[in-house]
C-alpha cells in the first residue's frame, strides 16, 4: 500500500483534525467572534501600546534613560517570537480554551506587577511574562481558535471582523492610558488597566473559547486517537517546512514585518526630520492605523476574485513605492500624506493573509503549529529591525533606511508571486495526475 503524503491528504480534506463548521454565515458563531474582537483590542491595547504612553514617566520615575527603558518592549516582542511555535503546538493539540485563559490571567498579574516595578531589571523580568502572555492570548492564538471553529467563507468573516475591530487598539488605549497617567499617575494607571483587562479577558476566553470540533473517541481508544492526530500534525509539519513554498512565505512575511515595523517606529521621527511639526507628523503617522484596517476589508473583499498571495503582493508592491517616494515627495504636507496612504494601505495586509495561505495550502490540522513557524522570523524580525534602521539612518541617513524598507517590501512581493506560481503549478499537477507533488 504506498504512502500517503501528509501534504496532499490535509489540502484534499484540508478541515481533518480539527474539523470546522459548515455554511456560508458565522451564525452561531458570532459570540466567539465578538469575545475575541473584544479581547484582541484589550490585549493588544495594554500589553503593547500603551507602553508608548507609559515611557515617559517611567523613565522619570525610575531615573534611566529612555532607550533602557524602550528595551523592555523589544524582551516582550522576543519572547513572543519565541513562544509562537510551543502555543502552536499547544493550540493544534489542545484548542485554545485553556491556553487562552491561563495567558489571560498571566497578562493582568503582569500588569499589576509591572505597576510595581522599582529598577529597569525588574521592568525586563515582567516584560519576559507579558511576552509570554502576548504569545498565548494575541492574534496567533486568537486566528487559531477561528480556524479550527469556521469553514470558508465564514473564517475569513470572522478574521476580518476581529481584526477590524482590533486594528483600533491604539487609537482606543493611547488616548485612555493618557488620561489615567494624567489623573492618577502611571502606576495607578496600570493597576486600573489589569483590572479592567483581567476582569474582561478572563471570563471571556474561559467561556466562549472552547476546543477544536473533533470527532469524540470512545474512552477506550482516545489514547491512541491522540497519539495519531499528533503524529498526522508532526508529520505534515516537518512535510510542509521541507517546500520551498513554505520558505517563501517565511521570507514574504518576515522581510514585510521588518519593514512596516520599522516604518511604525521611524516614521514620526522622519517627517519631523523632513521638516513637519511634530503635530502634523504624528496626525500622518495616525493615518497608519485607519489605513490598515481599510487595506483589511479591500483584501478580503478580492480575495473572493482573485489569488490572496497575488493581492497581497500588489499591495506590498505599492507599499514599497511609498517607502521610495517619500524622500523625493515628503517635504510636503500632500506629498507626505500621498506617501503614507500608498504605504498605510498594507500595513495590516500580512495579518489578513497568512491565516488564508495557510489554510488553503494545508488544511487545518496544522494550521498553529505552521503559523507559529512564521511567526518566530517575522517578529524577530520585527523586534530588531527598528534598532538596525535607527543605526542606519544615524550613519547614512532616513533615505538609505527608507530605500531599505522599500527592497523588502518589493522583495516580500516577489517572494508571494513565486509562491503564487508554485501554487498554481500544483494545482495543475494535481488536476492532469494523482501521483503530482507540489
Known amino acids: 500500500m504506498p504512502a500517503v503524503d501528509p501534504l496532499s491528504a490535509a489540502s484534499a480534506g484540508g478541515e481533518s483534525g480539527a474539523r470546522p463548521a459548515p455554511g456560508r454565515g458565522l451564525g452561531r458563531g458570532w459570540p466567539l467572534v465578538a469575545a475575541l474582537a473584544l479581547t484582541q483590542t484589550l490585549g493588544f491595547g495594554v500589553l503593547y501600546y500603551s507602553f508608548s504612553v507609559l515611557l515617559t514617566p517611567m523613565s522619570r520615575d525610575l531615573a534611566a534613560d529612555p532607550s533602557r527603558i524602550s528595551l523592555a518592549l523589544t524582551v516582550s516582542v522576543l519572547i513572543a517570537a519565541l513562544g509562537a511555535p510551543v502555543a502552536g503546538r499547544w493550540l493544534d493539540a489542545r484548542g485554545g480554551r485553556a491556553l487562552m485563559t491561563a495567558g489571560s490571567v498571566l497578562g493582568a498579574v503582569s500588569l499589576l ?128 517546512t521541507r517546500q520551498a513554498a513554505f520558505s517563501l512565505l517565511a521570507a514574504a512575511f518576515t522581510l514585510h514585518s521588518a519593514g512596516t515595523a520599522t516604518i511604525s517606529v521611524l516614521l514620526i521621527t522622519y517627517l519631523i526630520h523632513l521638516g513637519h511639526p511634530p503635530l502634523l507628523a504624528a496626525g500622518v503617522a495616525g493615518l497608519l492605523g485607519v489605513l490598515s484596517v481599510t487595506g483589511r476589508l479591500i483584501t478580503t473583499g478580492l480575495q473572493r476574485r482573485l489569488p490572496a498571495a497575488l493581492i497581497a503582493a500588489a499591495i506590498f508592491a505599492l507599499q514599497a513605492v511609498g517607502a521610495a517616494a517619500l524622500p523625493l515627495i515628503g517635504a510636503t504636507t500632500a506629498g507626505a500624506v500621498a506617501a503614507v496612504l500608498m504605504f498605510g494601505l498594507g500595513f495590516g495586509v500580512a495579518t489578513i493573509t497568512k491565516p488564508h495561505l495557510l489554510t488553503e495550502r494545508y488544511g487545518t490540522t496544522a494550521y498553529a503549529s505552521l503559523s507559529g513557524r512564521l511567526a518566530l522570523p ?14 542606519l539612518a544615524q550613519a547614512a541617513g532616513y533615505g538609505w533606511v527608507m530605500a531599505g524598507v522599500a527592497f523588502t517590501c518589493l522583495t516580500a512581493a516577489a517572494a508571494l508571486t513565486l509562491y503564487h506560481r508554485l501554487s498554481f503549478r500544483r494545482t495543475s499537477k494535481h488536476q492532469s495526475g494523482p501521483e503530482a507533488s507540489a
Do not use: C, N
Not at 488620561?179 to 502611571?186: C, N, R
Not at 488597566?193 to 476546543?211: D, E, S
Not at 517575522?378 to 543605526?391: F, G, R, Y
Open 113 to 240: 506587577a509591572w505597576s510595581q516595578v522599582r529598577t529597569v531589571a525588574q521592568l525586563y523580568a515582567v516584560f519576559v511574562l507579558i511576552g509570554v502572555a502576548a504569545a498565548m492570548v494575541l492574534y496567533e492564538a486568537a486566528f487559531a481558535v477561528i480556524v479550527a471553529r469556521f469553514a470558508a467563507p465564514a473564517r475569513a468573516m470572522a478574521l476580518l471582523a476581529v481584526t477590524v475591530v482590533a486594528g483600533f487598539a491604539s487609537s482606543i488605549f493611547m488616548p485612555v492610558t493618557g488620561a489615567l497617567v494624567q489623573a492618577y499617575g502611571w502606576r495607578q494607571a496600570l493597576i486600573i488597566l489589569g483590572v479592567v483587562y483581567g476582569a474582561a479577558a478572563i471570563p471571556l476566553h474561559l467561556l466562549a473559547v472552547g476546543r477544536p470540533r473533533t470527532g469524540k473517541p470512545s474512552a477506550s481508544d482516545t489514547s491512541d486517537s491522540a497519539q495519531s492526530g499528533a503524529g498526522e500534525r508532526a508529520a505534515l509539519v516537518r512535510a510542509a
Open 378 to 391: 517575522a517578529t524577530l524580525a520585527k523586534a530588531v529591525s527598528p534598532a538596525a534602521a535607527l543605526a
